[in-house]
């Protein structure tokens, strides 16, 4: 369930308050007092059977007893009443209600548990949807609903705010209003019952009133739905998140005030990044951050000029922007010659510009100019220090003269972000500023901490958007190869793989590995020495070690056959010695690897408990969990993401080359990540990968060692079923089917890949104009890359779209695509729009027809009620095509011109079984 029934939560006509008092300091007190004095146009029925008036406003007994159908309910009483509550308030109609109380499986309790199923179980038939239990309320304040019991009515305003935490909820509230921020909604969400996150970013995404998105985040129940709804949420407008229980600590007391898993940290922020979303680290940097990005300012990159009348506070801004990540600018010859012109010899001569203490507003404005006009920079900080010898008031107007008569005013022009020091002038330049909507800050730290808010912000909305490269086919994927390994070793009752089988699986799906020979002794290993005929490595070969160097289990760089044969037998008794237990299998026996000038990397797959499979890559090697250097990425993964999780790495700085060392192959290293992301996809059976080393230069990739563990998947839990784990749907390859037209030419229909946005374009270029016209309703010669972008990369988890390419065509050219189809489902799955286009040429063929079956096919198998769309009246063969296949036609009231046509689904698949 996601956003039904969540408008009568937001936008109730009625509300009841279950639980009301006269009470002094209680809870009922304080709601019904929020509830009453808010400004609610609305009736709100207090419910006590014990009092006959709470407010001047009459008391009912019971749910029965009131006169009308609450919207909205809330409840405040004790957590054993709750469900049959619940239940009556479903019987009588209502469908939204907010339970405040608690007692509901905080901490693990199993009698609060019960009373939560048995609430969600009363609500279930009647579709009344619950936020809480244990939460602080809603407030709607342009609606006048404050249903909690925060002590101030918020302001209104255009910034959501969803809590898990009602102290947080309580505090920003406070905060905000002394600092005249509003609010359009505030939501304690609390324990999660049954409104999430997901389903308020599904909400929120589409409310008109709001224009940025705050959450505080302790857990998340529903990986998938999150992401989906979070995505979806970034894309519209800005979604900036707090994640508390940061360290291990924390985490368990999250865990123990929520009663939900909280997951790994560095996990959450790959999902957050993957998402779109802002994350922030404290509540002030949360509004800074919303405020920052209301401006609407944007940035190129992560390179900052600072403009100075301070060396001071330039170099307090330098230390901030690098510790925070950011670069600063390097200013061009022909801007330090305009600044060397405009300013006093004892300038800086560089970034930051320090124009002197005494600097006049002239001196700002000329220097500012001379920033503006540089290309190497991304965006400018300028900055002031109260001094006497100047006016920090004129400096300010000085600046904001500048930027208003930059050539094409404030959209065309680099960002500028302000930051004036001090209390007395400092306070009318910054009321100057914020007028002008140019974003100011009260230090250094804090201006530099915004510019880096924009620089993220860009990239994680970049990441949404770019398209990534096709990959080379190199060969198909051998599942089944890897999955005989697997239930090979699942047959000997093992969990976990030898190295060789391990490698085997690697080389199953196209990553790169060095032959293992596998020997049951150390005169076997020294003969398979001779056989290799060069340096050799020796390994023990036991499912009892796990980490062998450890244990003296690796010897490297053995050049003789009698070295590998007195190595072995002194490995034998080092780890007789050490772990008498263990069982010995034998050796493997490799040859060194001729890498010169290699990287030691990690790729590997961890399961986490809430986002499941993760990949893992970083600098790897013995020394690996001591440098601590990695970043994490879920799958699936393409080009442009494998590449940015090789870049949150330290180690990527030293895979772009240096000195004499050439740069490593970064294509190759992506594939690698792709693939191990694969793996995640098509065997589930795979709890845990590590190939440590990855060997990495110039001319490629090779994994040297490579540790799988294993774990039993539930039952259906394999192949395609297996996805279902994936906090993001992977690429649905079962949808993939060729079908043939009348005149005998066949066409392979297959979900759309972000890669396929070249072929789109290709596609629209190639159709005539009349045709692109009536799908898009208005002429078009090309999608703009966001529109194609938009189209291409989809969520297969709330939408699908078909292409028609050739079959034999792996890697299609750009004109090789024929025909698209597409639906897009609200976020509860009962209805879905389309849109389907044709190549020109091909128009008449019956392609249409094919790829609107196949949709039609696949909506009505997810469970989708109906599928919709407008046409124009003059697209007679569209409204043709329509009446085939059993879609109802209406004229739209608001435009005659355009033609509504439905199709309800359970009359479409009798109609397909006849």
């Not at 304080?30 to 207090?46: I, Q, Y």
């Not at 801007?335 to 405009?342: E, P, R, V, Y």
């Not at 620089?455 to 970049?462: K, M, T």
């Not at 596609?763 to 104009?769: E, H, K, L, V, W």
């Amino acid at each position: 369930m996601s956003v039904r029934n969540l408008d009568r939560l937001f936008k109730p006509r009625s509300i009841a308050v279950i639980g009301a008092s006269k009470r002094p300091q209680s809870v009922g007190a304080v709601l019904s007092r929020n509830l009453f004095n808010a400004g609610f146009d609305g009736p709100v029925l207090p419910v006590n059977p014990r009092e006959q008036s709470i407010r001047s406003a009459m008391a009912y007994p019971s749910v029965e007893a009131l006169p009308i159908i609450p919207d909205l309910a809330v409840i405040c009483t004790p957590p054993r009443t709750v469900p049959d509550l619940i239940d009556q308030l479903g019987r009588r109609g209502t469908k939204a209600a907010v339970v405040i109380t608690a007692g509901f499986g905080e901490g693990g309790d199993a009698e609060g548990e019960a009373l939560m199923q048995a609430t969600l179980d009363a609500a279930r038939p009647h579709l009344l949807r619950i936020v809480g239990p244990n939460c602080v309320g809603v407030m709607t304040p342009h609606r006048g609903i404050n249903a909690s019991f925060v002590h101030v009515n918020p302001l209104p305003g255009d910034i959501a705010f969803v809590t898990q935490s009602g102290a947080i909820a309580t505090s920003i509230v406070d905060w905000a209003t002394a600092r005249g921020i509003g609010f359009s909604h505030v939501v304690s969400l609390g324990d999660m019952g049954d409104v999430d996150f997901g389903d308020m970013l599904d909400y929120l995404a589409m409310d008109p009133k709001t224009k940025a998105i705050l959450l505080y985040v302790e857990s998340i129940t529903h990986a998938r739905k999150f992401m989906s709804a979070g995505r979806a949420a970034a894309r519209t407008k800005p979604v900036i998140v707090i994640k508390s229980g940061r360290s291990e600590a924390a985490a368990v007391a999250a865990a123990s005030h929520t009663g939900a898993l909280a997951g790994s940290d560095a996990v959450y922020d790959a999902a957050f990044r993957r998402a779109g979303m802002l994350r922030v680290n404290d509540l002030a940097e949360l509004f800074d951050a919303v405020e920052t990005l209301a401006m609407g300012i944007k940035v190129r990159g992560d390179r900052l000029a600072i403009l100075t009348n301070g060396g001071g506070i330039g170099v307090l801004a330098t230390d901030h922007l690098v510790e925070d990540g950011g670069r600063m600018a390097t200013l061009s010859d022909a801007t330090m010659q305009a600044l060397d012109a405009q300013l006093p010899p004892t300038w800086s001569k560089g970034n930051p510009v320090d124009i002197i203490g005494d600097a006049p507003g002239s001196r700002y404005a000329g220097a500012l100019k001379a920033l503006l006009d540089d290309r190497g920079q991304d965006a400018i900080l300028v900055m002031n220090c109260p001094t006497a010898v100047a006016d920090s008031l004129e400096a300010a107007r000085a600046v904001v003269a500048t930027l208003d008569a930059y050539p094409g005013g404030s959209t065309r022009r680099p960002a500028v972000l302000t930051s004036w020091l001090g209390e007395g002038a400092a306070l009318e330049a910054r009321k100057l500023f914020a007028q002008r909507r140019i974003p100011t800050y009260e230090t250094p730290g804090q201006a530099t901490r915004a510019f880096m808010h924009l620089v993220h912000y860009r990239h994680n909305q970049e990441l949404l958007m770019e398209t990534p490269s096709a990959l080379a086919d190199d060969g198909p994927v051998d599942v089944d190869a890897a999955r005989a390994i697997i239930d090979r070793v699942f047959a000997e009752g093992r969990d976990v793989l030898t190295e060789p089988e391990a490698k085997a699986v690697l080389a199953a799906f196209g990553v790169p590995v060095i032959r293992t020979a596998t020997v049951a002794d150390p005169q076997a290993a020294a003969r398979e020495a001779a056989a290799i005929g060069k340096p050799v490595a020796l390994k023990i070969l036991s499912p009892d070690i796990l980490h062998k160097s450890d244990m003296g289990g690796v010897r490297l760089n053995l050049r003789t056959p009698d070295q590998v044969r007195a190595a072995a037998e002194d490995m034998l008794a080092t780890i007789a010695a050490q772990m008498p237990d263990a069982r010995i299998e034998g050796f493997t026996v490799q040859a060194m690897a001729n890498m010169p000038g290699a990287h030691e990397l990690i790729v590997g797959i961890a399961d986490d408990r809430l986002f499941g499979p993760t990949i893992l890559f970083g600098k790897g090697g013995t020394e690996v969990e001591v440098v601590k250097d990695s970043a994490i990425a879920l799958p699936p993964l393409n080009s442009v993401l494998a590449r940015d999780t090789l870049r949150r790495t330290r180690v990527w700085d030293l895979l772009q080359g240096y000195r004499n060392r050439p740069p490593a192959d970064l294509d190759a290293l992506a594939a690698t990540l792709i693939l191990v992301g694969q793996i995640a996809i098509d065997l589930p059976e795979v709890a845990e990968l590590d190939i440590n080393p990855l060997l990495a230069n110039e001319t490629g990739v090779l994994a040297l060692d490579a540790r799988i563990k294993l774990r039993r998947p539930a039952d259906g839990a394999r192949g395609g079923a297996g996805a279902g784990r994936l906090a993001i749907r992977p690429y649905p390859k079962a949808l993939e089917k060729l079908v043939t037209l009348r005149d005998g030419r066949r066409f392979l229909l297959r979900p759309v890949r972000p890669e396929d946005e070249p072929l789109l374009q290709g596609m629209i270029q190639r159709s005539a104009p009349e045709d692109v016209r009536l799908r898009f309703f208005t002429p078009l010669r090309e999608l703009s890359h966001p529109q194609a972008a938009r189209l291409t990369q989809i969520d297969y988890d709330r939408e699908m779209a078909l292409v028609a390419i050739a079959p034999d065509d792996r890697s299609p050219r750009q004109d090789a695509l024929y025909g698209v189809v597409r639906i897009a489902a609200d976020p509860d799955n009962e209805r879905a729009e389309y849109g389907v286009m044709v190549r020109s040429d091909l128009k008449g063929k019956g392609l249409g027809h094919a790829l609107m079956d196949e949709i039609l096919g696949y909506a009505a198998q997810r469970g989708i009620g109906e599928v919709y769309g407008e046409v124009l009246r003059e697209n007679t063969t569209m409204l043709a095509m329509c009446l085939e296949l059993g879609f109802q036609r209406s004229v739209d009231p608001d435009d005659p011109g355009i033609m509504l046509v439905r199709c309800d689904l359970d009359r479409y698949r009798a109609r397909a079984a006849e």
